[in-house]
């Protein structure tokens, strides 16, 4: 029998992180003492009121901002601080971590097609390779038959689509999403959420969701309640299998 889910290193694990915005007076307790693992091939919920930290926490994990105090640590390396381990953070992160916001954000002047290779491009990758896995891509993210149009031509759910797939470019053992289904309609919203479901099992990526979509709930492996900074783990019903027909 394999132990390996047993040994195995977290995608991502903060010990004991703080952030603290701003000083004195004006100072901004954003997250207090976060401690939490995520497991590959686990897709996690992050749910709480609006200011309760949850934009702050998908920033230290993927590290667009250091921690006042505590450690990140990404694929069982120290990622934060003087003495991290993985060189380079940008680098790091540009090879390892795919990001995915409220707002697709895609280059507005380069076809769906242009901008899943411009992600692929900078990580080295270029000609005849690239254009087969960024179509390999689209097709995965049922947007491949969009790919000679422009962003201002695709819907909302089409867009973020292309802007998922440009985050897989690089096959990222980590994906964090910040309230990724928030601009679109219900069912557009299900279908990208069930996408990133498929992207959990079909690559076995550590996936972090921040959502404020109680209906997709049921996709997630685990739910994490943050609230005024601090990070609680729901307890689920394990025996409710999700329903990823939508
Ligand atoms: N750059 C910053 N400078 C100062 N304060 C900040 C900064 N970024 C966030 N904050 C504060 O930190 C707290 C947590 O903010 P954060 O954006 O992480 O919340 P959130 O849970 O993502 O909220 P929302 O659901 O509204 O996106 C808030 O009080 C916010 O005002
Ligand atoms: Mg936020």
């Excluded at 076809?111 to 254009?131: H, Y």
């Excluded at 049922?142 to 000679?148: E, G």
């Excluded at 996936?207 to 996709?219: E, F, G, N, Q």
Aim: net charge neutral; with cysteine.
């Amino acid at each position: 029998m394999s132990t390996a889910s047993v040994t195995a290193v977290p995608a991502l694990e903060l010990r004991g992180v703080s952030k603290v915005y701003g000083r004195g007076d004006t100072a901004v307790a954003a997250l207090s003492q976060v401690s939490v693992q995520l497991q590959t091939g686990q897709m996690a919920g992050l749910l709480g009121p609006s200011g309760a930290g949850k934009s702050t926490l998908l920033m230290m994990a993927g590290l667009l901002e250091e921690p006042s105090e505590g450690e990140v640590w990404l694929q069982g390396r120290l990622a934060s601080g003087a003495r991290r381990a993985i060189g380079d953070p940008r680098a790091f992160r540009r090879a390892c971590i795919g990001f995915v916001f409220q707002k697709p954000n895609l280059v507005s002047f380069l076809t769906a097609l242009e901008n899943v290779l411009l992600a692929l491009e900078i990580n080295g990758l270029r000609g005849a390779p690239a254009k087969a896995r960024a179509m390999e891509l689209l097709s995965y993210l049922d947007v491949a038959h969009r790919r000679d149009n422009l962003p201002s031509q695709l819907s909302g759910g089409e867009q973020q689509r292309v802007a998922i797939a440009r985050a897989l470019a690089n096959r990222p053992p980590l994906l964090l999403a910040d309230e990724p289904t928030a601009a679109l309609d219900s069912q557009r919203g299900r279908q990208v959420m069930t996408l990133f479901h498929r992207v959990t099992r079909d690559t076995g990526a550590a996936v972090l969701v921040v959502t404020h979509d109680h209906r997709s709930l049921d996709l997630f492996d685990r739910i994490l309640d943050m609230d005024d900074g601090h990070l609680k783990e729901r307890l689920l019903d394990t025996s409710a299998a999700p329903s990823v027909t939508a």
